[in-house]
């Protein structure tokens, strides 16, 4: 335990260090939100790095234009320093507290939301069905899905994971805006929110002046931008079919499956295709990316997201065009289990960066209207 603190003390340490030698030479004031924010400050709490962590987006322009970046004897590299601190916010505000070294695991939660929690809906379905069961076909008339699993016994589980997910989001959340000081933060109204939700709907500070960030490598791209929209987007677009499917469930009385060219369908189906460009994108610039400002950890936690948000679009397409062949119990066993697998993880992993990073925006503009 004593190791962690000075670990995270020694980390906070070099974060003040950087952010001392950025202010005083304030060369990147122009490139993001990071830097006129880190101007309004002539000291740097904990809570204040954590603040500026989670406004950086790792866009990477300041590192290629530091004059005191590494070989240089001040090594400066403010998007790895950014990175770490960013990680280590999401374990201060993790709930339940014990769970937050998770977000230090990224090739345990890897397995276990892609591998052991499918296996378990695997194991459960033969179990209740037996393999010839899970391996029959079914017509849509005959509600193939529910055949396999009933519509109570889904709705059912991934509504208690979902409520306690939510419950992790929303303490996390009040953890945040405590460390940011409350009392030193002017009260957003509704311009701010709307000037925070474009910030990040459209991600303006990985655009840099329109060319986009420097990345993977020192050249300015909008591709990161592009594919993350992608992902967003996409998976945006899934959370919209299935939100109309439970109106068409619940209100209209219309039970699942829906015929291809229903909106469900069609809104998932676009999602979808969204949700394999995007990840498959990022994935590559990942694989490609200059190692020297990133952090080690933490991209395996991007990758591990990232794979598993392409794990479920593909099998779920999949599931789309086999559903009513002896494909569907075993498809649609393998999609909830990394749904599934998706859901528990989303406290505990890269997911959060949207919470945070949203909240910093807040606080960024509130700050700025104030100076």
Avoid at 285 to 312: G, M, N
Wanted: aromatic share 12%.
């Amino acid at each position: 335990m004593q190791d962690k603190v000075e670990e995270v003390q020694s980390l906070m340490t070099e974060g003040e260090r950087v952010m001392n030698i950025c202010n005083a030479c304030r060369y990147c004031e122009g490139f993001c939100a990071v830097f006129p924010a880190m101007e309004r400050r002539l000291s740097f709490a904990n809570g204040d790095l954590r603040y500026l962590a989670n406004l950086c987006h790792d866009c990477r322009e300041c590192y290629y234009a530091c004059q005191y970046a590494p070989p240089h004897e001040f090594k400066i590299n403010v998007p790895k320093v950014l990175t770490r601190i960013r990680r280590q916010s999401y374990q201060e505000y993790a709930w339940p507290a014990g769970l937050a070294r998770f977000f230090t695991q990224p090739v345990f939660m890897m397995i276990l939301s892609m591998l052991i929690i499918p296996l378990i809906f695997i194991g459960a379905g033969i179990f209740d069905k037996g393999v010839d069961g899970l391996l029959q076909a079914y017509t849509d008339a005959q509600g193939s899905f529910y055949q396999i699993m009933s519509h109570t016994v889904m709705t059912g589980v991934f509504g208690v994971v979902g409520l306690y997910v939510l419950v992790a989001f929303i303490i996390g959340w009040i953890n945040f805006s405590r460390d940011m000081h409350p009392d030193d933060v002017p009260s957003s109204g509704w311009a701010e929110v709307k000037q925070a939700l474009k910030d990040i709907l459209t991600l303006r500070y990985l655009g840099s002046s329109g060319d986009g960030c420097a990345y993977p490598d020192a050249n300015q791209s909008l591709m990161r931008r592009n594919f993350h929209h992608f992902t967003f987007y996409g998976f945006m677009l899934c959370f919209a079919a299935t939100s109309v499917a439970t109106i068409y469930h619940y209100v209209l009385n219309y039970p699942a499956p829906y015929p291809l060219l229903s909106l469900p369908v069609i809104l998932g189906t676009l999602g979808g295709i969204g949700l394999i460009i995007g990840p498959c994108g990022l994935l590559y610039l990942k694989k490609i990316q200059d190692k020297k400002p990133s952090d080690e950890i933490q991209s395996s936690a991007d990758t591990t997201l990232l794979l598993i948000l392409l794990l479920i679009s593909i099998t779920g397409l999949l599931l789309m065009v086999l559903r009513e062949t002896s494909w569907m119990g075993f498809l649609l066993l393998v999609h909830l289990g990394l749904v599934m697998g998706l859901f528990l993880s989303m406290p505990y992993g890269k997911f959060v960066h949207g919470i945070y990073r949203f909240g910093a925006l807040l606080r960024f503009t509130s700050e700025g209207r104030k100076s």
